[in-house]
């Protein structure tokens, strides 16, 4: 790899994590910078820090390098990454919740669509982080209706999944657990459907 490329992305990374980014930027990273998946042993680094945004980051970049690079490297990060989303899903503080699942929700899509076999792992993380967001609605808003209810919530993609949310308040329909709660169910449903065959739709 030219010492060049090399710079770009070690200087690039480390930019983003003292300074913040725009997370389309490590799209353009990955796909325009010949050689990008040095960064793949870098992600397994950034998810041993005790530091949020540093996970977020590199949950972000490895589902970039996940599509560029849909090797058995890559396909080890993806499966870390999910593992370490549903750890910490019991672990992240409630005021720090939506900050870490808002972003790093999106890249979920792209780990089943560059491995499928990952679906049924991805599923179940998000059927963990429903569970509790539906504990974090019912405690702060336990004297107003607001249904959140699972049904067939399960690994079977030709199962559909029944979620109600109706409310009359509108602090809790634009509640941000809610509102997350939402985001959950819309990647659920597109990875479900970017996984099913064709001849089945």
């Known amino acids: 790899m030219p010492i060049s490329a090399i710079y770009i992305v070690v200087t690039f990374t480390f930019c983003c994590l003292l300074q913040g980014y725009a997370p389309e930027l490590i799209e353009i990273l990955v796909a325009g910078v010949p050689s990008a998946h040095i960064c793949t042993d870098f992600v397994a680094e950034l998810l041993q820090e005790a530091n949020y945004k540093k996970h977020i980051f590199a949950i972000e970049l490895a589902s970039q390098l996940c599509l560029h690079y849909r090797l058995a490297p890559q396909m080890a990060v993806a499966k870390l990454c999910i593992n370490t989303m549903s750890a910490l899903v019991t672990v992240v503080p409630k005021t720090e919740f939506c900050q870490f699942f808002n972003p790093t929700l999106g890249s979920l899509p792209n780990f089943t669509s560059a491995f499928p076999p990952l679906l049924r792992d991805v599923i179940s993380l998000l059927s963990h982080i429903s569970r509790v967001i539906n504990s974090f609605v ?64």
């Open 138 to 201: 019912t405690s702060q808003h336990e004297h107003t209706t607001v249904v959140m209810d699972e049904r067939e919530w399960n690994v079977d993609i030709d199962d559909d999944v029944m979620i109600a949310m109706q409310s009359n308040d509108d602090a809790i329909s634009s509640d941000k657990f809610v509102c997350l709660y939402a985001k959950v169910r819309r990647i659920y449903n597109k990875i479900v459907h970017q996984n099913v065959p064709e001849t089945s739709l």
